[in-house]
């Protein structure tokens, strides 16, 4: 059974933190506590679960009135490509629209830019490196038609 919600109880926070750390920060060679920013508390989290274990995690929050922003996406190596992913993308894109939101960003590792684009995020400019992961400035223009 999958189900998408979000985090509700500090065992779900946990596993939810532990997860976007083990698959966003460590492997970077950051340290835990990093998987987290200041943002946290004014956000919308997302959590995917598959036969009740998490696997696959996004977070979104608003940068204004009209452009929100998706960070933190990620999904357990065993469970890629099983549309996971998708479904906390649709989501977000489904709550953007209910508040009107004209435009979503993100930014995103080189590596999964066509899986952005197949969601039909435009890729805009080359923006930050971390740890020497290129990322890229990606948009989506809600549509209301």
């Given at each position: 059974?999958?189900?998408?919600?979000?985090p509700l109880?500090?065992?779900?926070?946990?596993?939810?933190?532990?997860?976007?750390?083990?698959?966003?920060?460590k492997p970077?060679?950051?340290?835990?506590?990093?998987?987290?920013?200041?943002?946290?508390?004014?956000?919308?989290?997302?959590?995917?679960?598959?036969?009740?274990?998490?696997?696959?995690?996004?977070?979104?929050?608003?940068n204004d009135?009209?452009?929100?922003?998706?960070?933190?996406?990620?999904?357990?190596?065993?469970?890629?490509?099983?549309?996971?992913?998708?479904?906390?993308?649709?989501?977000?894109?489904?709550?953007?629209?209910?508040?009107?939101?004209?435009?979503?960003?993100?930014?995103?590792?080189?590596?999964?830019?066509?899986?952005?684009?197949?969601?039909?995020?435009?890729?805009?400019?080359?923006?930050?490196?971390?740890?020497?992961?290129?990322?890229?400035?990606?948009?989506?223009?809600?549509?209301?038609?």
């Open positions: 059974m999958i189900q998408i919600t979000e109880t500090d065992s779900e926070f946990d596993e939810y933190y532990n997860l976007r750390w083990c698959i966003l920060r970077l060679g950051l340290e835990k506590g990093t998987e987290k920013d200041e943002l946290e508390k004014d956000s919308i989290h997302k959590i995917v679960k598959y036969n009740n274990v998490i696997v696959g995690i996004g977070r979104m929050h608003f009135n009209d452009v929100a922003q998706i960070r933190y996406m990620a999904v357990s190596k065993s469970s890629r490509g099983m549309g996971f992913g998708k479904l906390i993308v649709d989501n977000f894109i489904e709550i953007s629209k209910n508040k009107n939101i004209s435009k979503i960003i993100l930014y995103a590792r080189e590596s999964v830019i066509e899986f952005y684009q197949k969601l039909g995020f435009n890729k805009i400019k080359k923006a930050h490196r971390l740890k020497g992961v290129q990322h890229f400035l990606m948009e989506m223009k809600n549509n209301y038609e």
